[in-house]
Structures are given as structure tokens and as C-alpha cells.
């Protein structure tokens, strides 16, 4: 398909160009013999086969050649099957039914006859049919003498195309011959199939069909020998005609015009121009150069000459070549290149980037995987050129480390400078330092592990990144909340009392209740949460204090347990011991019993208590939510939402109905994360606000509110009530597949293999065969695991690209087997 | 080995037959020079990078005791080594008996003993000692003497003058072409009127094998003098052949044995090269001939019952043992420091203070595993952090660098890949029986982190200056000629046979993938793209999953729109610890 393709685009031959037209216009006329003569003209020719019957025996020919009627057609040549019946024999009728052959005419005299097994398929045919009317244009030779006969013949007259094919009638004897058809009169065609012969010129590759094109034309002394270019891609009718075509081309041409305006037949045949920047002064020696250079570039790429004085163009100082890419658009190159060989292997390499450019369009586009696909590596990439002002942190070294966090509190980031998340954090660590400038008593430090490695080892950071608080006299404590700047100043600030915090009086017990006493933390902490004990309770107590010791940084804790506690006990129904709850936001004060409970499980009641009924889901707040590993039952909101809408929620949760599901609302001005959520869950978006059910935890499943409803209590009562009787039909099921690589590794196993498959010159005892056969069934497991794509295949290509140059001529075939 | 087992209260004891430590170091080298550089400066900070251009330094944790705060030399002087180890014993308040030499060494059959017997060590006043683990760092103590007629003329290098005024105007032959021998060449170059140097092998370059025992580019002057026709000179001959006869004058000739086989013993008349062949090589007569051919292990204090024997034909000189270090003739009897170099010799550094200072803290893990059940010292981190585990060990890890092919870290798998642990600098010809010997549970896949040079690379004969040497971009990472890092994914642990014959020039047996990092000409391997990239799309695609990171709002999408999260979500975002990023990364 490709190469029919191509072949439009450089405009090639009408007579060419229907040889690839597989079209089932001409098909095969089935005469009697009578007829078959009678429809003779004088001088064309024509191929019929002559058939007894319809024998399914030669089904399999009758095909091949109905095949061939098109591009034979397209010579001139009619073909005709004709039927032997018995009325009308005729001598070509063979006398045993299995004898029937085919038989070439010019006119009505017979030119060939051909036993069918020579015409073994559509190639053999027309190979076998051009060779046979082209016998004087083609010149089929078997010793060295014969070539060298009509080369002395043809010195100073005509070129020559010599080629040599394995055997009659292959696919690239059909190539030669019907490239014969349009050049045979220019040229002299010269075919042979002996490999002795193509040896004794010099050639190693004796495997492939070769074509070389001999420059007799140009030849004026006798003695000398005819110059030779090798054809290097494979024979293929198309192929051989780009290739004659730039051997007509003149050798080289000097231009002085612009070069992205030069137009010549190469660039029309697909192939780069290379233009050797003259001038005046060193005119003689660089014509010598790029005689040289063309000469070594025939048939791959055009060069020209271009006069720097006489032209117009802006050509950079030192560039002594240019390189135009023969498609469209690219701009040209100036190059500077200080030897004839780069020219040289700058134009190959860029003939195979060309082949497999082509390739990767047939492999369905490539992923290129040098391409970041880490957002926070890309981001902080992109980042990486802006200046922080790092000096608001302290940067530790391992010997300042140890008398600093001594000497007074301190908030110590361990990053790596090479890690793309402790970068990323590291500019949100600035942030709060630009925040608390001036404010905090807590020092804000760093260390990067990078530098300091043993020093992060002894403080035992074994990730990065990792945040640790040191006060005086206690021991280090990690932080393990959000990396963000809002978390961490939270943490820092909330740390700056000790938790739980001892209330001494009822009065206090008040003002710490109703946010007085810590009038400035209740921003970063909107539950305020105090224990109550009798004064005897000193098990649970404990227990509460190290929960609260545990809480520290995240929320505010306080104990009492003075002698007058039932006076709180009593006012806020509370049985002891007990927590009382101060939600400072809604001003409301809620009390937990708390039975002889261990610390973590006072930690998980307190967690838990401080999880509101029907929150605002946000990116922070998510994953407290997630644990509960409930149904989430979602409200989406443009703004703020519709206190309606919350009363509706929060007396359907106050009545129990919601105890299966977590209800929350989402801001979409708040989180935009939001917009990329409902475009996953609706196909065609309805109209805000939105209500639905996402299933996160048990099959995926998303329910969404029918959006012509309102959203009332009643309604969604209903709605709820449907849903749980599995009445209501999900709008969509999340994916549920694992989270698999996003682009497949470069396999250097089988690069490896490749490359020493292609060196058996180095050492390769015994001992690698065993391990590869008992390797062979891992490597069929290996596809699962390293997926095979066609990149890798690509890459190994690539690589062999850049060693082409390297190799010799044999190697580069044996590459090509790849 | 004596801080390792005192670090971890163990009961322990070092003979040492000289008064001080480093006595090898008060004679040796004999002309003062160390050749191991002690590099100052690295423009880094990381104590653990450093290392890898400190070869002098033992392993401690005071870093006072690190070699660059005792000579300013970049190849410093032998007496400041001895001062070092002084220090070094000293300070850390090793267990060293000093003045007391083994003359003898037995084994006692003891069914309560670790490995079935003990070990009986006499000393010179006759006292006997008893040990369940016996651990012999004596080093190659004697110097390798060839026998040939003629031998007993020549000095060697152990004993040699090194004051150059001895050899004023003199022809010397110096049999050998180590280190030594050149070093010795050096000392002289300049006042003698030639220098011959005759050994069985050509000249070994260690810029071009990479090997740190072959000739030093310091000591090589007088490579230079023989390119450049001043009369001294380089020759190869087998010193089995020759011999060396005495003159009337006092004068050395070299001839071949073969000769002196003939009969006629008078020194004058025996038969000489020359004299069929009138432009051999050697025809001058020497005034001096020195020795210069190395050294062997000391085997005669080790009673046979101890099975200790000598390395095979290419290893001779050393004792043979596992790759575990441990002898193969005996359970519990290791050989340390460089007398352990037969595992690696002429591959990598394990015969040189800046290499067998790791392998001896590998032995030291092994022994905690096997008799105190502490099994080898791990690390273990969830899955996102395995990219920035790798990237950080190879970035400054001194032991893999050092000890590269021979010592690499390990990467245990943890089931369905959520997490792992990270064993360090394990001696990867023992990969095969891993679990027994650290403890440590491979049954989920595994990868090996190893540093190594191109496979083609290395070699006496080999242009190592050649153009295109390097490789830049990443596809071509495994054509990378210098120390590289290469990491191997195994799906199951190697079995015993498979690390045996794997494939030549392997270090490793044939792993299920293979990664090259690209070489790098800083050996700074955290580019992000060149390096971290391909490196983790390399462990994802062995993993089966995504490891990219993500930022918190990212989580949040996916943990409502996907049932699964990518694992740096899962690790980080659930558990309330996403990455929140600020407003200029957005």
C-alpha cells in the first residue's frame, strides 16, 4: 500500500503506475481456439494458455494468471485462456490432457512456449513474458568475460544497468524487467544469475539480488573502467526507477539561489539535498569535494554546489553545508561539519530515519519514552530555573545539625535535592517559612540527604521526604500529615501548646470550651476536645493524655479532673469519665461517654468525633472520609451550597437514614478537581447542583440523582429508598484495573541478545547456550512482564541505524534480517 | 573486622605478631609511596560519596578516623598509614594482642561448637588459644620466589637497596612488572645506565583493565623511557626458562636453562644466547638483578587438618575460598583483607584496603545472621519509594562503587510488590543462597543493584581512550563502557547452578530484565529524564504497575473516578500524606 502510495507522489510513469493498480478491471477471456486467432493483431503480443478442460489441477496457475492480465495489459500484452474443445483442436492443444502449456505471440508467430511450472506465480509470469520480448534489450550473461565485453562495447556510448537475481522469474527479476521496459532503449540491460560472477566484481552479499549501474556513458578513455554505484534498497520496480532517475540526474549542480527554492528531481523522488557552501576563493577545492561527495551520495541523496558571494541568502558564518530534508516544510540546516564522512553519514542516517518514520506510522504511533510523564517530576522540571528564597529555612549540615535542634525547637525537613516530590515540597516548605517569618519561636530547618546522607541515616529517614519536630528534652516526633503548607503550619501551630492541655478551673474549663483561652489556634483546629475525670480515674487518664500526646498537631486536647468536674459533668450530661466535644463553628458542645478504653482506641473515638455529619469533601479532607469505606453520597455544588439543600441532608442523616453512606457536598469553586469527576461519572453533563451515589468500595458503581427532581427530603428519601432495593440503574462503573506502567522500558535484554547474535566473533562458550535453553520457558513468561511492544523492536532498529555506519557491507545486510 | 565484631559486643580477639598495628606499612611499600590516592576533595559533602575516592580510610563511625586528616598527599606516605591505624586501634579501643605470633593453627572436633569444632591457635610462647570462628587477615607475607638456575643472585624487592646512589651507572635487570617492580624501576630511573624488565606477561595497564593491581599510571615512567628509545626497556619471557650466571667480574648473564642443562657448570664457558643468536635481547651483562614478582599467603601455620589449600592454577598465591569468604576446606575459618582477593582477583578492589574494607563488613553481617541470629541489616519502604532507593545508593553508595560486580545491594520484593526491603553491598556470588545466609525472605522477586563496566571495556590489550567511548542517550544505556549502574529483576531468587554457569562475562546469572543507567560522565546519576526516567520505567514494566507520583488533587480524581490508585496515591494520599504542591507548580 505504502509504496503505491509513494509512487503517486513522485509522480512516476502512467505505464509504471498501473502495475500496482490491483484492479480486477482487465480479467481473463476465456476463447476457443478459433477465436483466440482470429482476434491476433499484427506486432502486439499475447499470452494464452491452452487447456483441455476446467481441470481443478490447475486452479491454483488459473489464478496467478488472471492475476497477471493487468500488469501484462498494461504492457500491451493481451492474455487469453483458451479451451481446447473437441470440435476445434488445434496443435497447440496439447495431446495429453495434463501437457498444456502457454504460448507468447508476437502477431500470430509464436515467440516462447512456457510448460506451466515456469510460471509459478504472477512474478514468474510477467518476469518470463518481458524477458521474452525484451531478449534484445536484456542481455542475459554468465562469465565475467561477457560483462566485460559489452562494457568495453559501450564505453563512451551508453551506461549500463547490470543485475544480478537468484533465479529466473523471483520477484526481482520481474522488477528488473519491467524497469527494462521504460529504460531498456536508454540503457543497456544486463541480467545474470551466477554468483560467480557477482563475486568476481566484488561483491560479498551474494543472498540478495543486486543492481549496479556501470557510468559508461561519461567514459572517453578506453583503458579505463566504467565507475560503478551499487543500488542499496531492495529491488522493487519502484526502487530501481528512483534509482535510474538520479542516475540520470546530473552529477552535480551549482545553484546560488536560495536552498530551501531549489527544486530537483530528488527532492521529487523523496531524497535529501546537500548543499556544499563554496566560494570564490576556494572554488576549485570545494568543486573537487563536492564531486567527491556526490559521488559517494549517488542514488541517496542530490548535491549541489552553492556559491556563497553570488547568493543572496543569509548563510550562517561558519557553515560549510547545508541539508534540506526532502519533505516539505522542513526547514533547511546549516551544518558545520569538518569532514567529508559526516556529510556522508549525516544524509544516512537520515535516509533510515526516513525508513523508519515509515515503520512507526505502520506500528500505530509510538509513545516516545523519554517524555516526563511524572506530574510533579515535569512540574518541578519546569520549575527548576526559578530562585526560592531558601534562606528563610536554616540548612543544616551534620556539623550544625545536632547543637541547632539543641539549642532550640525545631521543624527539620530531610529532602533529597534529586527527588522531584521532596522539590516540590521543599516550595511549599518556603511558603510557610514566608508565612511564619518573624512569628513562629519554632526554627524552621533543612537538611538535604543528599549532601548529608549519613546524618539522615542516623536521624533514621530512610524516604524522602520527611518532616521531624525536635523539642528540647523529648524525642523527635515525624510528621504525617498532608505535605502542603496549610497542614504543616497547622501541625507547627497547634504544636505550640502542649496536649493534652492541663485546665485548672472551671472557669478555665470554660473559656478553653468556647475558644477564649486559645483564641488564636481555633482557626487551625475547629473541634476543641476536653477530657473529663474524676480525680482518682488515673488509668484512663493516662490513657487519655498519651492519645492526646499522640493528637498533637492536629487537634487541641485538654484535661480535667479537679475535685468540682461534676460540676461540668452535670451541666453538659455527662457521665464520667467523658469528652466533651467543642465545635467552635457551630458553637455547639457534644459530649462521648468514654469507657475504660485503651489510648489508640481514645485516639480513634476522638478521630472519629471530629468527622462532621455532612462536610464539604475537599482534597485534604478526602482520605479521613474514604476510611469510614462507605458509599459517599455527594452533593455537587457550583458555590456554596443551598442551605435547603444541607437542612434536607442533615435531617435525613439526623433521622438515620444516611447511616450507610457518607454524605458530603463538593465546591467546585473550592476544588475543580471536581469538573474532571462529574465529566468521568455523566456522559452529557445536566445542569448543577448534582446529586450522586459513588460506590468506591464494592463494585464501583455510580447512582445519580434524576436531575429533573428536587432535591427535597422527601424525594430523596425516596430516591435512597429505590437504591437500596436495587431499583435504580447505576449512570456508570468506575474502572476498576490495576494502576499498570503508563509506557513500556527499553528491553536491553534483547538489545543485548541482538547485538551479540550479530558478534559471534566474541567469546560464546558453552555455558550461555545451556542457561539460554533453560531460559526459553522464563522468556515466554517475560512477555507478560516486560510488554512487548513494537517500540522495542524499533529501539534495537535504531540502535542498529547507528552501528550501520560502523559495520561493513555484510554487516548491514545482516541487520536487516531484524 | 575487629570494630564490626566490637560495635556489636562480641567476644573477640586480634593476634598480631608485630608491636603495633600496620606493620606491614613501617617496610612497605619500600620506597615510602602509597599508590591508593586519598583524595581530599570531591566538592560533595556526602561522607558516603567521599568514600568512594578515600582508599585509605577503614570503616568507622568517627569521622575523625577518615585517612584525609592524616596526610595532605594525594598518594600519601606509607609512614602516615601506620599512624592511621594506630589511631585507629587505639581510639576505638580494639581488642589487639600485640607481640604475639601464630605459629601454629589446628582444628578440634567439638560437637558443641558453632561449626562442629574449634579452632586451636599457638602462639610463640607455646600458650594455646581457642575460637569457634577464625578469621585470618595475615595478608601475602611471603614473597613470591621462582626457582631458577641462578636464582640465588638476585635480590629481592623485600630487601633491596632503595637508596638510588647503590645503583649509580649500573645495568639492572628487574625480574617482574607489578607495581613493585616499576615502583622500584621509578625509585632508580634516573641514575642507572639501563633498566631491563623481564616478566612472563606483557605490561597490564590499570587504566585500561580497571583494575587497581595492574600498573598504576604513578609508577609507569619508565614505560615512557622505553617508547622513547632511552635505553631501558620491557621483555617477555617465561622466568622458568632463564637462568642467570656469574662472571669472573661479578657480572650477570642471562641465558636459558636449557643450556645450563648441557653440562659443562663452569660460569665462564656455559652457553649464552648470544652465541647462537647475536642480537638476543639480554646479551649485556647486568650488575644487578632484583626480584620483583609479588607475594603469596603465608600456608605454613595452618596445620592440614584445616584443609586450607591454595587457589587454583590462576590463583596460587591466595587460599582458596567461597564467595562467602569463608574457606572452602573448613566451616568458620574466613579469610580477610587481601588475602581474600582470589573471589575478585584482577576484577575489582577486594585486594586493597578501599575494597575489602566492605567485603570484610559482609562477612561481619553473614557471621551476626549465622551464630547471633541478627539477620542482615534491611530497610524496608513501600513501593513509591523504590526509584528514590535505587536512585540514592548508586548515587553515593562507596561499597557498590568500590566493590563493583562482586558486592551489589539486593531489592527484596514483599508480596504483590507493595513494598520491599533493601539489603546493602551483598556479595552477589552468593546470591543463590541468599535467605539462608542473611535471614532475609526473597519469595516474591527480587532486584540486584550492581555497578559495572562496559562488558568490553576492560583488558591489558584494550584502547580505552577510543573515540566514541561514551554513550549519551538512554536507549544506548547498555552499550555504556564506564561504571555504570545495571540493575537485574529476578522473578525467583537464582538457584546455586545458574549463578555457576552463568553467562561468560557476566556478572550475574541471565535475569528475567535488565537495566543499564546510562554512564555518566559525573557519576551523577539523577538526571530526570536521562536517568530517574528510564530507570523507573524500567521497575514499573517489572512490577506491573504505575510509579509515578502524583500530586494530592490527582489522588483525589482518581480516588473518585478509579476503584484502584496508582501506589504513590495509595501510600501517600489515603493515609492523609499527598503531596499538595503550591501555587507555581500548578
Known sequence: MSSSFNLFRVGISFVMMCIFCKSAVGSLSELSPQKYFSTLQPGKASLAYFCQADSPRNSVFLEELNEAVKPLQDYGISVAKVNCVKEETSRYCGKEKDLMKAYLFRGNIVLREFPPDTLFDVNAIVAHVLFALLFNEVKYISTLEDLQNIESALKGKASIAFSYVRAIGTPEHRAVMEAAFVYGTTYQFVLTTETALLESIGTEDIENAHLYFFHCKQVLDLTEQCRRTLMEPPLTTLNIHRFIKTMEAPLLTEVAEDPQQVSTVHLQLGLPLVFIVSQQATYEADRRTAEWVAWRLLGKAGVLLLLRDSSEVDIPQHANVVFRRAEEGVPVEFLVLHDVDLIISRVESNMHIEEIQEDEDEDMASPDMDIQDDEVAETVYRDRKRRLPLELTVELTEETFNTTVVASDSIVLFYAGWQAVSMAFLQSYIDLAIKLKGTSTMLLARVNCADWSDLCTKQKVTEFPVVKMYKEGKTPVSYTGMLGTEDLLKFIQLNRISCPVNITSVQEAEEYLNGELHKDLISYSSVSVLGLFSPNMTTVKEDFTEAGNCLKGYVITGIYSEEDVLILSNKYAATLPALLLARHKEGKIESIPLANSPAQDIVQIITNALLETFPEITVENLPIYLRLQKPLLILFSEGSINPQYKKAMLTLAKNKHLDSLTPCWLNLKNTPAGQGILQAYFDALPPLPLLVVVNLHSGGQVFAFPSDQAITEQNLLLWLKKLEAGLESHITVLPAQEWKPPLPAYDFLSMMDAAASHHPTRKDPECTKETDASEKDKKQEDKSAIRKEPIETLRIKHWNRSNWFKGGKSFRHDNKEL | ?586
Open chain 2, 1 to 586: 573486622m575487629a570494630y564490626f565484631l566490637q560495635r556489636a559486643g562480641r567476644d573477640y580477639a586480634v593476634f598480631e605478631r608485630a608491636p603495633r598495628p600496620g606493620s606491614f606499612f613501617t617496610r612497605y611499600p619500600r620506597h615510602r609511596q602509597l599508590i591508593s590516592i586519598n583524595k581530599r576533595h570531591t566538592g560533595k559533602a556526602n561522607a558516603e560519596f567521599n568514600l568512594r575516592h578515600d582508599w585509605n580510610s577503614l570503616l568507622s563511625h568517627d569521622p575523625r578516623l577518615l585517612f584525609r586528616h592524616y596526610s595532605r598527599a594525594y598518594f600519601p606516605d606509607a609512614g602516615d598509614m601506620v599512624r592511621y591505624l594506630g589511631d585507629f586501634a587505639q581510639r576505638l579501643g580494639l581488642h589487639v594482642l600485640y607481640n604475639t605470633t601464630i605459629t601454629h593453627v589446628t582444628l578440634h572436633k567439638a560437637r558443641q561448637a558453632w561449626n562442629g569444632h574449634y579452632f586451636i591457635l599457638t602462639d610463640q610462647m607455646g600458650h594455646t588459644h581457642q575460637c569457634s570462628v577464625l578469621l585470618v587477615a595475615t595478608g601475602l607475607s611471603v614473597p613470591n620466589q621462582v626457582d631458577f638456575p641462578g636464582s640465588e643472585y638476585v635480590e629481592g624487592y623485600e630487601s633491596v637497596s632503595v637508596d638510588p646512589e647503590d645503583f649509580e651507572g649500573q645495568n639492572v635487570l628487574i625480574l617482574g612488572r607489578g607495581n613493585s617492580a616499576f615502583e622500584t624501576a621509578e625509585n632508580i630511573l634516573g641514575v642507572t645506565n639501563f633498566i631491563h624488565m623481564l616478566s612472563r606477561s606483557r605490561v597490564r595497564l590499570s587504566w585500561a583493565t580497571h583494575y587497581v593491581g595492574d600498573l598504576r599510571a604513578i609508577n609507569n615512567g619508565l614505560l615512557d623511557t622505553y617508547q622513547l628509545k632511552s635505553l631501558d626497556g620491557l621483555l617477555e619471557s617465561d622466568l622458568t626458562d632463564l637462568a642467570i650466571v656469574k662472571d669472573r667480574e661479578g657480572k650477570f648473564h642471562v641465558t636459558l636453562k636449557f643450556f645450563l642443562e648441557e653440562g659443562n657448570q663452569s660460569a665462564d664457558a656455559v652457553t649464552l644466547p648470544q652465541d647462537d643468536n647475536d642480537n638476543f635481547a639480554m646479551r649485556v651483562a647486568y650488575d644487578r638483578v632484583i626480584r620483583c614478582l609479588g607475594w603469596n599467603f603465608d600456608f605454613s601455620i595452618f596445620n592440614k587438618s584445616l584443609r586450607l589449600s591454595s587457589g587454583g592454577e590462576f590463583s596460587k598465591k591466595y587460599p582458596l575460598i567461597k564467595a562467602s569468604y569463608e574457606s572452602k576446606g573448613s566451616r568458620g575459618l574466613f579469610v580477610l583483607g587481601t588475602a581474600s582477593h582470589s573471589v575478585d582477583y584482577r576484577k575489582s578492589a577486594g585486594g586493597f584496603i578501599h575494597g575489602f574494607r566492605y567485603t570484610v563488613r559482609a562477612v561481619h553481617r553473614l557471621l551476626e545472621h549465622r551464630h547471633h541470629g541478627v539477620a542482615w541489616p534491611s530497610t524496608e519502604l513501600p513501593t513509591s519509594q523504590l526509584t528514590s532507593a535505587i536512585v540514592r545508593r548508586v548515587n553515593e553508595a562507596s561499597g557498590l562503587y568500590q566493590m563493583f560486580s562482586v558486592l551489589a545491594d539486593v531489592v527484596l520484593l514483599k508480596e504483590n510488590a507493595t513494598a520491599f526491603e533493601y539489603l546493602e553491598e551483598f556479595p552477589v556470588q552468593m546470591l543463590a543462597q541468599l535467605e539462608t545466609i542473611t535471614g532475609r525472605k526473597a519469595r516474591h522477586g527480587l532486584f540486584v543493584i550492581d555497578m559495572e563496566y562496559g562488558r568490553n571495556f576492560s583488558g591489558p590489550d584494550k584502547d580505552v581512550f577510543f573515540y566514541d567511548r561514551s554513550v549519551g542517550h538512554t536507549e544506548d544505556a547498555w552499550r555504556s563502557n564506564f561504571l555504570h549502574p545495571v540493575v537485574y529483576y529476578y522473578r525467583h531468587l537464582p538457584t546455586e547452578q545458574e549463578v555457576r554457569f552463568r553467562p561468560a562475562g557476566w556478572a550475574l546469572p541471565r535475569p528475567t530484565a535488565i537495566h543499564h543507567v546510562v554512564e555518566d560522565f559525573l557519576t551523577d546519576w539523577t538526571a530526570p529524564v536521562g536517568h530517574i526516567l528510564p530507570l523507573r520505567r524500567f521497575l514499573e514494566n517489572c512490577l506491573d504497575t504505575d510509579l509515578r507520583s502524583f500530586y494530592a488533587e490527582s489522588c483525589f480524581l482518581f480516588a473518585l473516578t478509579h476503584q484502584k490508585l496508582p501506589p504513590f496515591c495509595q501510600q501517600g494520599y489515603l493515609r492523609a500524606q499527598g503531596l499538595v504542591g503550591t501555587e507555581s507548580l500548578r
